[in-house]
């Protein structure tokens, strides 16, 4: 039996949202694996227990570049330490100029991006000089080049969201409106083809063990999952999710795309942060813990 300790139950109270002495016991039953006890949790508390997947853990922000004829593109995220830095001027200048040269460069992989030349010296230089000017630590953290088959159409949404995809036909507005909905309804692939098998697998085994302890009978349970594993790929791959702007409420992405003689090659999507662990600082701890030096 793995050792539970106070560490593990905060982790999962912070993923899940759910009691301390639940994700006391889902740890306990899941012998310690944190992806089990979550999927325990879930089937105990629904969908509110998944909030770790969409917590955004740190700061900074997202630049794009595309070229004028929009068959070249480049996409960067860019960490600060605070939301302050995030919104100023130098920071997001720092970001805009850093996917223009990504873009014209081409790097090979982000470990590349400190050489590139920027302005009168490296990226490295300017970064350094920024750094010592905000007083934050900034690090870019990836990169997307693009080539596209179509035409490329990004949006970036307060910053925190940047969104780049390839339209094949179709014009700049259905690209942009395209761009708009990934950002706002977060696919998680094109079609059910490119979803994570291992996401599909903990949606049947969850649709089952909800099935089980609501009493449905045994030669139900696979027919449940598999109606509710159809279900999920609706809701995360793009071409079956309904239009943000669909004016009937109904209208997919595939059929607006085919209403347009359009299609979709492909789309990146970063969210700021996504997959970061961020320190949370107790603010009336440190002034406790200074008053008694």
Do not use: W
């Not at 003689?261 to 600082?281: H, N, Q």
């Amino acid at each position: 039996m793995a050792e539970i300790t106070a560490s593990m139950v905060k982790d999962l109270r912070e993923r899940t949202d759910a009691p301390m002495m639940d994700c006391k016991k889902a740890l306990t039953e899941a012998d310690g694996d944190m992806t089990r006890a979550e999927e325990i949790l879930r089937v105990r508390f629904g969908n509110k227990a998944s909030k770790a997947s969409t917590r955004v853990a740190a700061e900074g922000s997202v630049g794009v570049s595309i070229s004028a004829d929009g068959k070249l593109g480049a996409m960067v995220e860019v960490n600060s330490e605070t939301d302050f830095c995030a919104k100023n001027d130098d920071f997001l200048g720092f970001v805009r100029d850093l996917a223009e040269v990504i873009a014209s460069a081409k790097p090979a992989d982000i470990a590349a991006v400190a050489a590139l030349k920027m302005g009168a010296g490296t990226v490295e230089d300017a970064r350094t000089q920024l750094v010592g000017k905000i007083g934050e630590n900034i690090t870019p953290r990836r990169f997307l080049i693009a080539e596209a088959k179509g035409k490329l159409a990004s949006y970036v949404h307060g910053g925190k969201i940047g969104v780049m995809v390839d339209v094949v036909g179709g014009d700049d507005a259905l690209a942009k409106d395209i761009a708009m909905h990934i950002a706002a309804a977060k696919p998680k692939s094109l079609d059910a083809s490119g979803v994570d098998a291992a996401l599909i697998e903990s949606e049947r085994r969850v649709a089952i063990e909800k099935a089980k302890e609501a009493g449905k009978p045994a030669e139900m349970l696979e027919k449940i999952a598999e109606g509710t594993v159809q279900k999920f790929l609706k809701d995360v791959t793009l071409l079956n999710q309904v239009f943000v702007k669909a004016e009937d409420g109904k209208q997919t992405i595939e059929q607006l795309l085919k209403s347009k003689g359009a299609s979709v090659a492909s789309f990146t999507m970063y969210v700021v942060g996504e997959g970061i662990e961020k320190v949370v600082t107790d603010f009336a701890a440190e002034v406790a813990a200074a008053a008694k030096v």
